[in-house]
């Protein structure tokens, strides 16, 4: 029989790191999420700014990134941006444009900006650089 030593030394060491990983990645996962939502935001607020002429800004100040969420269904983790302002969905999809009462007669129809369409046309070209950037900065903290 020939007598030789295994070292685990590096096996318990890779074990450790993967269970490491198991442990810490929910929280880095919702970590990567946030962060891509906050950039998903930038990209709106700029599409927002470049097509929408608003004084009081209340509209730009409105647009949000929500919180991540675990979809039941896929399992995946998702994350939203938003506008919280009332008059949102108007400047989005177009509009009506009515006269006062007692009449109320109609102007015409004001065309929507489609903010959010082509914020959303852009971060789908842009959404892998921004995961792999991150996916990056959480392999270097491991």
Partial sequence: MSDFQLDAREL?????????????FPTE???????????????????AKQSVIEDTGEYFRSIKRG??????????????TYSRSPHAHLLEYGHRMVGHAPEKKELGFVLGFHVFDKAAR?????????????????????
Avoid: C, T
Wanted: aromatic share 8%; net charge positive.
């Fill in 29 to 47: 996962a919702k970590r990567l999420m946030r962060l891509s939502g906050n950039q998903a935001r930038k990209i709106v607020l700029k599409k």
């Fill in 12 to 24: 318990d060491r890779f074990r450790k790191d993967l269970d490491d990983l198991i442990y810490h």
């Fill in 67 to 80: 919180k991540v969420w675990v979809d039941e269904m896929s399992g995946e983790y998702k994350v939203r």
């Fill in 122 to 142: 852009e971060i789908n070209l842009i959404w892998p650089s921004i995961l792999e950037r991150e996916y990056n900065k959480i392999l270097k903290k491991l």
